[in-house]
């Protein structure tokens, strides 16, 4: 059982930044692919960014790739997003997620969410 809550979230000004961090509890966070999903108003909840479980690999949806960046630091069962050049079509609620080994499309643990409002 792997329990995530997401903190970081907030208001923010068009072009500006904001990290995100996903604290996992548990033993085993090493051994876990960890996630970043989405879900704004009205619209389906979509993947944003994933590490591998040992954290050599990441990869992101085409509409943040260079601008947000995944990272994990396994000492601290914590893994992290940060968004920069953020716009208003980022504006969403922002979701941890972690399944065992590889992420899927719909990963076993999710987190409560965090707002993220992106003002233009």
């Known amino acids: 059982q792997v329990q995530l809550v997401e903190s970081g979230g907030g208001l923010v000004q068009a072009g500006g930044s904001l990290r995100l961090s996903c604290a996992a509890s548990?033993?085993?966070?090493?051994?876990?692919?960890m996630g970043w999903f989405r879900q704004a108003p009205g619209k389906e909840r979509e993947f944003v960014a994933g590490?591998?479980?040992?954290?050599?690999?990441?990869y992101y949806v085409d509409s943040v790739n260079g601008r947000f960046t995944i990272s994990r630091d396994n000492a601290k069962n914590t893994v992290y997003l940060q968004m920069n050049s953020l716009k208003p079509e980022d504006t969403a609620i922002y979701y941890c997620?972690?399944?065992?080994?590889?992420?899927?499309?719909?990963?076993?643990?999710w987190g409560q969410g965090t707002q993220v409002t992106v003002s233009s």
């Open positions: 548990g033993r085993t966070f090493s051994s876990y692919a």
């Open positions: 997620a972690a399944q065992l080994r590889e992420l899927g499309p719909s990963p076993d643990y």
């Open positions: 590490t591998s479980w040992r954290g050599g690999r990441t």
